[in-house]
C-alpha cells in the first residue's frame, strides 16, 4: 500500500502564517492602508491645490491694492500703509525695499519673522519704481502643520488598524481552523478506514454547518453504498450459485446422456439455456442501475404521451395476467405528458406489473396513470396479492433484496431496485403501500393484504 503523503498527513499542522484567515486579514490590511492612503492623497492635493489658489488670490489682491496706493499717493504714503498694517489674520508679509535691498517698510508680521527658520512663504514680487520693490507674501504655515498632524493621526490609526487587524485575524483564523481541523480529522479518519466518523455540528447556522452536513451526508451514502456492495457481493453469489450449479449440472447430464439418448439432449440444452438466459438478465438489470446510479439523471429524456405508454404496457400484461387466470383493469387519464427516457420508463413499468401478476394467486390487477393532487404523474399498480409486510416495504426495492415468501419463485431481487433508480434518474421516487387486497371470486368475497406500487414522477 502506496505511503500517503507527507503534507497530507499533517494537515492541522501548518505555519500560522501560511493559514488562509491569517493571510486574508492581512491582505484585508494592506488594501485597506492602500485605499486609507489613496483617499487621503487625494484629500491633500485637493486640499493643497485649494491653499495655493487661495493664497495666490490673497496675495494678489493685497498687491493690487499697494500698486494703486503708491500710483495715487506716492511713495510715503506706502510706506506708512505697509507700517500700520496689522491685519486680523496675522498672516500676510510685506516688505518694501529698493534696488540695493535697503529696507523702506515692513508690516508687523514681517518683523515678527525675522530670523525663524521654520516659516513657509507664498507670494510675489514687484517692480513699483525706478528703484523700488514690494514684496506681498502670505504665511502657509498652519497649512503645513495640518498636513503633519494628519500624517501623524494617519500613522497612528495605521499602527491601530494592524494591532486591531491582526487580533482580529487571530480570532477568525482560530475560529475557521477548528472547524477545518474538525474536517479535516473526519476525512483523515475516513481516508483510514473508518467510515462511522462524522463531522461534528456547532448548530451555529453558519457555511461550516451547511459544509459538515453535506459531508455527513455524503458518508452516509458512501457507508450506505459499501454495505450495498459488500451485500451485493454475497447476493448475487448465493442467487447465482443456484442457475450455475444447475447450469452445471444439466451440461454434465446432457453430456452423459448423448452417448446413450439423443432425444434427451434439446430437452437439457433448453433448460440451460433457460438458465443463462436468468444470469444475463441479472447482470443486464445489475448494468442498467449502475449506468443509471452513475449518470444521475435519464439519458436522452424526451417529452412524450403517457397514455400511450401505459396503453402499450397493459396491452402486453393484459394476455399474461388472463393467462393466470387473473382480471386486468384499466384506468387511465388522458392529455397527461412525461419528459424521460421512454425505454426506462418502459422497463420500470413491466418491471411493477410482472411482479403484481407474479405475486397475486387470485384476484387481479388494477394499473392506473393519473395526476396526484401535487400535479405529479403518477403510474401506480394495485394487486390483489399476499403483500409486503410494512417492516419490509423499505428494503424490497434494494438490490438483490427478496423475502421469504418469493424465494420459490424466479428472481433476483432486482425489479423494484430497477424501478427505484429509473424513478431517482427522472426525479421522481418509487411509493410502496397497501393495496385494497379485496376481491369476489364466484358469490365470495376474499381479503388480503394486497399491494400498491407507485412510479410517480414530476409534473412537466
Known amino acids: 500500500m502506496p505511503k500517503p503523503d507527507a503534507a497530507l498527513s499533517r494537515p492541522h499542522g501548518r505555519s500560522f502564517l501560511r493559514q488562509t484567515p491569517f493571510r486574508l486579514t492581512g491582505l484585508f490590511i494592506v488594501v485597506y492602508a492602500l485605499v486609507a492612503g489613496m483617499i487621503f492623497g487625494y484629500f491633500y492635493f485637493a486640499n493643497a491645490a485649494e491653499t495655493r ?28 500703509a505697509i507700517a500700520r498694517d496689522d491685519s486680523p489674520d496675522g498672516f500676510m508679509v510685506e516688505r518694501l525695499h529698493d534696488d540695493q535691498g535697503r529696507l523702506r517698510a515692513q508690516n508687523r508680521r514681517a518683523a515678527d519673522m525675522q530670523g525663524r527658520a521654520a516659516v513657509a512663504l507664498r507670494g510675489q514680487q514687484v517692480r513699483l ?21 494628519g500624517v501623524k493621526a494617519i500613522w497612528g490609526g495605521a499602527a491601530l488598524l494592524i494591532v486591531l487587524g491582526l487580533m482580529a485575524g487571530l480570532l477568525i483564523n482560530r475560529e475557521v481552523s477548528r472547524a477545518v481541523n474538525g474536517l479535516l480529522k473526519v476525512l483523515d479518519a475516513v481516508r483510514d478506514g473508518d467510515m462511522k466518523a462524522r463531522v461534528a455540528l456547532r448548530h451555529s447556522g453558519d457555511e461550516f ?13 458512501m457507508e450506505a453504498n459499501i454495505g450495498n456492495l459488500k451485500y451485493a457481493g454475497d447476493a448475487i453469489a448465493h442467487d447465482l450459485r443456484t442457475p450455475l450449479s444447475r447450469l452445471r449440472t444439466r451440461l454434465e447430464v ?29 447482470f443486464q438489470t445489475v448494468f442498467a442501475i449502475s449506468r443509471l446510479e452513475a449518470q444521475g439523471q435519464a439519458p436522452e429524456p424526451q417529452i412524450f404521451d403517457a397514455q400511450a405508454l401505459a396503453c402499450d404496457m397493459a396491452e402486453l400484461f393484459e394476455l399474461l395476467a388472463q393467462d393466470k387466470g387473473l382480471e386486468f383493469g384499466t384506468e387511465f387519464a388522458s392529455g397527461i405528458r412525461v419528459c424521460g427516457n421512454r425505454d426506462f420508463l418502459a422497463q420500470a413499468l413491466a418491471n411493477l406489473l410482472d411482479n403484481a401478476i407474479k405475486y397475486t394467486e387470485a384476484g387481479g390487477v388494477t394499473f392506473r396513470l393519473r395526476h396526484t393532487s401535487a400535479g405529479e404523474v403518477e403510474f401506480s399498480v394495485t394487486d390483489t396479492g399476499q403483500g409486503v409486510p410494512e417492516a419490509d416495504r423499505g428494503r424490497i426495492s434494494q438490490r438483490f433484496v427478496r423475502l421469504e415468501n418469493s424465494r420459490s419463485l424466479p428472481g ?14 427522472h426525479g421522481g421516487r418509487l411509493a410502496i403501500d397497501e393495496g385494497p387486497g379485496i376481491y369476489k371470486k364466484d358469490i365470495y368475497t376474499h381479503r388480503g393484504p394486497g399491494l400498491r406500487t407507485a412510479l410517480v414522477l414530476p409534473p412537466v
Request: charged share 30%.
Open 209 to 221: 454547518d451547511a459544509l459538515a452536513e453535506r459531508i455527513n451526508d455524503t458518508l452516509d451514502r
Open 254 to 282: 446432457a453430456l452423459y446422456e448423448s452417448r446413450t439418448d439423443k432425444a434427451l439432449v434439446d430437452e437439457v440444452l433448453e433448460r440451460a439455456l433457460t438458465d443463462t438466459d436468468q444470469v444475463l438478465r441479472t
Open 53 to 80: 489658489a487661495l493664497t495666490d488670490m490673497r496675495v494678489g489682491m493685497r498687491t493690487d491694492h499697494f500698486t494703486r496706493l503708491y500710483r495715487t499717493q506716492g511713495t510715503e504714503a506706502l510706506v506708512q
Open 129 to 149: 519704481g525706478t528703484d523700488l520693490w514690494l514684496y506681498v507674501a502670505m504665511d502657509t504655515s498652519w497649512a503645513d502643520r495640518g498636513w503633519h498632524m
Open 412 to 425: 433476483a431481487g432486482l425489479g423494484l431496485s430497477l424501478v427505484a433508480a429509473v424513478a431517482r434518474a
